[in-house]
T-cell receptor, first 111, second 115 residues
Framework: EAQVTQNPRYLITVTGKKLTVTCSQN?????MSWYRQDPGLGLRQIYYSMNVEVTDKGDVPEGYKVSRKEKRNFPLILESPSPNQTSLYFC??????????FGQGTRLTVV | AQSVTQLDSQVPVFEEAPVELRCNYSSSVSVYLFWYVQYPNQGLQLLLKYLSGSTLVKGINGFEAEFNKSQTSFHLRKPSVHISDTAEYFCAVSDSGGGADGLTFGKGTHLIIQP
């Protein structure tokens, strides 16, 4: 089954403790991206990647890192999480010019 | 930069009544337009998309949307809603065909179906 898989689905952590949210797709898509969803703000893009080793900032990249060492994986790294990064995170993938497929989301709480 | 405005943050409507969710975008170049639905505790699912051609686009679950270039609008409609349509609806715009690299979303409209 074609899908985008995020892990974990839920995560509670403390301020400053590094964490990684994984994202994997099995559709051989070139494009992948991360969004965060906050009430009243919709989805905002954090980072995106157009292929292996090619990444670029989205609208709200501060406090986040990404890497794209393999085509299928696009992890999101929070090196020193803060409470304002408490949010619902979505990973998405697509071919160029084609519909984006979204993961189920990761609900992160930073206390 | 592109932007998307969803004029209503919340729309209550009675079951079996018609509904329209409004979306306006700002762009002077060719755009691709999308509506996504998010059911409670789930990810986003594509409802419909406008890439080119006919301005009336039909999607899943009985939804349709009309692209109006002069008014820069892409309103979503359904003639008769059901309880199961309760969800958050997002309008999105892209200048690269809707791929994962270039979607700009509106803030969302929460559709509330009242029995």
């Amino acid at each position: 089954e074609a899908q985008v898989t995020q892990n974990p689905r839920y995560l509670i952590t403390v301020t400053g403790k590094k964490l990684t949210v994984t994202c994997s797709q099995n559709m051989n898509h070139e494009y992948m991206s991360w969004y965060r969803q906050d009430p009243g703000l919709g989805l905002r893009q954090i980072y995106y990647s157009m292929n292996v080793e090619v990444t670029d900032k989205g609208d709200v990249p501060e406090g986040y890192k990404v890497s794209r060492k393999e085509k299928r994986n696009f992890p999101l790294i929070l090196e020193s999480p803060s409470p304002n990064q408490t949010s619902l995170y979505f990973c998405a993938s697509s071919l160029w010019g084609s519909e984006a497929f979204f993961g189920q989301g990761t609900r992160l709480t930073v206390v | 930069a592109q932007s998307v405005t969803q004029l209503d943050s919340q729309v209550p409507v009675f079951e079996e009544a018609p509904v329209e969710l409004r979306c306006n975008y700002s762009s002077s170049v060719s755009v691709y337009l999308f509506w996504y639905v998010q059911y409670p505790n789930q990810g986003l699912q594509l409802l419909l998309k406008y890439l080119s051609g006919s301005t009336l686009v039909k999607g899943i679950n009985g939804f349709e949307a009309e692209f109006n270039k002069s008014q820069t609008s892409f309103h979503l409609r359904k003639p008769s809603v059901h309880i199961s349509d309760t969800a958050e609806y997002f309008c999105a715009v892209s200048d690269s065909g809707g791929g994962a690299d270039g979607l700009t979303f509106g803030k969302g409209t929460h559709l509330i179906i009242q029995p």
